[in-house]
């Protein structure tokens, strides 16, 4: 009999521990999940802002059409605040070095074609 009722405690005991371990994997894995989502959902926000960065230079390399640079601007700050929410919602310092990287490599191209385009007005 006590044979038994060990068998049956240890294996309800099994059985709620499993329990508790699969739901907390669960759960992790949920996370995990969310914030791939979050990190590809900025990563594609980035690129397509880069890419309309892109289009508006053309624009105005192509128009000379002040509108563009003030577009330009525009999504520059975008840019910007993009990468401060993804800086504020990262729990890894990993992921905010890389930010930082990008934040300062951007800063760089930025410069650069700031002062092309100024060259570019001037001349026109």
């Not at 800086?87 to 990993?94: A, G, Q, V, Y």
Request: net charge neutral.
């Amino acid at each position: 009999m006590i044979v038994i009722l060990s068998i049956v405690f240890t294996s309800l005991l099994f059985s709620i521990i499993s329990i508790f371990l699969v739901y907390n994997i669960n759960k992790s894995v949920e996370e995990l999940r969310d914030r791939a989502v979050d990190e590809a959902i900025f990563a594609s926000e980035l690129e397509n802002q880069l890419f309309l960065q892109k289009g508006l230079v053309t624009y105005f390399l192509t128009t000379k059409d002040k509108k563009w640079l003030e577009d330009l601007d525009n999504y520059n700050n975008k840019f910007f605040e993009l990468l401060h929410q993804i800086r504020i919602k990262s729990k890894n310092d990993l992921h905010i070095n890389y930010v930082s990287l990008i934040e300062r490599k951007y800063s760089e191209y930025n410069f650069l074609r700031n002062r092309i385009i100024f060259f570019i007005k001037i001349t026109t």
